[in-house]
């Protein structure tokens, strides 16, 4: 009997002595990721910050003149104190409520950070048609922030009770205090970040994977550095660069959008943040729901371009995948995109939980919960017309469709109304909407965040096979899913060669690495030994090879991920060998 | 077979109600160009001139202001220059930042939708909504109108197509055309008040 947690503990013996194949150490410097709000051209560039990385914020005491803009029983102060808090949460710079002040006015000079409710010319005048701004003000050349006020409008009632027709405070407050810490907007659609939001909408409390790349580009915390990876590329048309490109990563495990990046006029981009493993990189066009006037700050070039195709890395019929490495730098990750025109884009959605009476659609994405089951509308030119079988959800996890349920037009849009179902161990993180004519891609980007919260022992493939005389070997498991304490746990190999063995990996993060031949390694580094004499091996009999793995019952345990692949001698195959896909499991009591 | 019939009385539930569009609420108070055309108090299509960052007066937010050329008035008084503010700039060596404000370059053609604020500066009406670019077709000679793809609300009603659903550009004769329509049909509501 082979215990799973001998391979626990060969996996978690990880080394952070990590070899650098594709690029060099990754400096400490600033990440210039899209969000970051940094001037990207001029003599000075930097990304304004806080002296000290802490920020202290005072509140307009309401005396003078009063506030009318807050619903009756909210607490704004408080609400405010909630959203600026998630920043801190996952990044190196802290705030401070600093009490109560007279001062009613924005005022780029006086020194005071303020949070202003209150109605008064200034304040209506810095607004504009804003739910909320952010001002903030900083000093060159050292790009320390000198004063930072965030203003409410007065052409909206905010709220903190949860009443739908009203704006939630905490939800506006986390995507100020977001431009507070540094960060622009970005364009993907259930971040904090993404520029819209609608009545009652609370989601953009909570942070997404994009919003904690992108203020750890700024604030960037110690662990953050040396668990997380980064890419970097050009992007072209035409062979000449491309300004205003939104390129973003994909993992290939999950499914997950991780963050992204907006080209900069050289055409070159950044993406930073992204958990070590494999990805698909892909540009699209900034053609909406996000325009680049929403990503635009006081740092004005023209030249941006959103009049091309979705394209991804190594083109879309296979696209190459990408190595990301903690704490490196994956370089050269180019991408030649298609120049033609884009004429697919999707620019609504909606959540229809009930599939009956009336839906609405609007540009930003949302949450769904593990467990959920729901209906989404999906908006944009022609989308009507489109064949069901072009649309599709990225990752683990979820059902999308396959057939719609109806369609029409709404406004100047087609829509399609999707079936949708998210599996009680899915994985949490935001997942894109794609439509797929086989001439053309269009990418809803990460418009479906996967809350956390689930708490499922579940096993999902991922990667590909390498063929063996067999055939394509695939790993999977039997004897149910892993939860902690079950004994009958085993992982099964098929397509393997009769007479051969096979042999059992794992490793606490997943990898990519090119062997040859075909042959992919998924696993991390500190496993690419195929070869261990500790004995994780099965002779293959009638194509088949199994490993009883008991799941050890420690509850310390709940909540990792281990990655597992297999290795088979394969004496038909060229190099000897052949390998399975990739397996995670996910280990719950 | 009740299964079935469930199903049948959903999607129909559905067909029967589909195409309703909410607010659809943004960050931004959305606005079409019948509201840009009729809540405006000038539209012009102007070259963009030299840029200035001063504190606004009576305050002390640093603005952006920006001498436009006036080429052509679509709207309101016609004067051959006048001046327009935008939040965020630089004054000394302080500058503001404030992200998804209308922003300009010396020597841009812009078509703007124009209205003075609390403070009686010109400013963006709508924010980037009200913002154009205007731009030559090199090929043809025809003088366009870019239309932002990420803001269908603002125009699509009004220039899409069966041919071409989702319009980049127009020419800016149309555009105008289709302007003073807008203005004058606001302009005949005014009166019927």
Known sequence: ?589 | MRARMLWTAVVLAILLVAGRETADATILIKKNLAQLAAESERVVIAEVGVQRGAYAKGTRVIFTYTQLNVVSTLKGENTGTLELAEVGGTVGNITTVVVGMPRFAEGERVLLFLKKDVLGQWRTHGCVQGRFDVIDNLATGERLVKLDPAMPHVHREYFATEADPQPRAVTLEEFAAKLRELVAKAAEKKEVK
């Open chain 1, 1 to 589: 009997m082979k215990y799973l947690h001998l391979l626990l503990a060969l996996a978690l013996t990880a080394s952070l002595a990590v070899a650098a194949d594709n690029g060099g150490p990754r400096g400490k410097g600033r990440s210039l990721a899209h969000v970051v709000n940094i001037q990207q051209s001029g003599p000075n560039q930097g990304t304004p910050t806080f002296a000290g990385s802490s920020a202290t914020f005072m509140y307009h005491d309401g005396v003078s003149p009063p506030i009318t803009n807050v619903e009756p029983g909210s607490n704004s102060r408080t609400a405010c104190n909630a959203g600026a808090m998630s920043w801190p949460a996952v990044s190196s710079v802290s705030f401070v409520d600093g009490g109560l002040t007279s001062t009613a006015s924005v005022n780029n000079s006086d020194g005071i950070n303020l949070v202003t409710f209150a109605n008064t010319a200034p304040n209506v005048s810095a607004v504009g048609g804003a739910l909320a701004v952010t001002l903030t003000s900083y000093s060159i050349p050292s790009f320390q922030i000198t004063d930072c006020d965030i203003v409410w409008s007065q052409s909206f009632t905010f709220t903190s009770v949860g009443t739908p027709t009203n704006y939630d405070i905490e939800s506006i407050a986390c995507h100020e205090f977001g431009h507070a810490f540094g960060l622009n907007h970005t364009g993907v659609c259930s971040a904090t970040m993404f520029p819209f939001t609608s009545a009652g909408a609370t989601h953009q409390r909570s942070l997404a994977l994009d919003d904690i790349a992108g203020v750890n580009g700024v604030y960037q915390t110690v662990e953050n550095f040396w668990s997380t990876g980064a890419v970097t590329g050009t992007v072209t048309k035409s062979a000449a660069n491309l300004y205003g490109a939104h390129v973003v990563a994909r993992s290939v495990v999950d499914g997950v959008t991780y963050a992204s990046a907006i080209s900069k006029p050289d055409g070159t981009y950044l993406l930073s943040g992204l958990p070590q493993g494999p990805y698909q990189i892909y540009a699209e066009p900034l053609d909406g729901p996000v325009g680049d006037t929403n990503i635009t700050s006081s740092f004005y070039t023209t030249g941006k371009d959103s009049s091309f195709q979705t394209t991804f890395h190594g083109g879309n019929t296979t696209p190459t995948i990408v190595r990301v490495q903690e704490a490196m730098v994956t370089s050269s990750i180019d991408i030649a995109v298609n120049a033609s025109a884009p004429t697919i884009n999707l620019v609504q959605i909606g959540d229809f939980p009930t599939g009956m009476g009336g839906f609405s659609v609007s540009a930003g994405g949302y949450e769904l919960a593990p467990g959920a089951t729901t209906f989404t509308v999906v908006a944009g030119p022609n989308v009507n017309t489109y064949s069901d079988s072009f649309f599709s959800m990225s990752g683990q996890g979820v059902t999308f469709g396959p057939n719609s349920t109806a369609s029409g037009t709404i406004g100047p849009n087609g829509y399609k109304i999707f079936p949708t179902t998210i599996a009680a161990d899915a994985e949490p993180g935001p997942r894109d909407i794609t439509v797929d004519t086989g001439s053309e891609i269009g990418v809803y980007c990460g418009v479906i965040d996967i809350s956390t919260g689930g708490t499922a022992a579940t096993t999902f493939a991922f990667g590909t096979s390498s063929p063996g005389s067999g055939g394509a070997p695939v790993l999977g498991s039997s004897g149910g899913n892993p939860t902690l304490g079950n004994s009958s746990f085993q992982f099964d190999v098929t397509n393997g060669v009769s007479g051969e063995t096979a042999y059992f990996f794992g490793a606490a993060k997943p990898d990519y690495i090119d062997m040859g031949n075909g042959v992919i390694q998924w696993l991390s580094i500190p496993q690419h030994d195929l070869f261990p004499s500790s004995g994780f091996n099965a002779p293959v009999v009638a194509g088949v090879a199994s490993l009883s793995a008991p799941i050890p019952n420690q509850m310390n345990l709940a909540g990792l991920r281990v990655y597992f692949q297999v290795a088979l001698s394969d004496a038909g195959a060229v190099p000897g060998l052949s390998s399975t896909n990739g397996l995670v499991l996910v280990l719950y009591p």
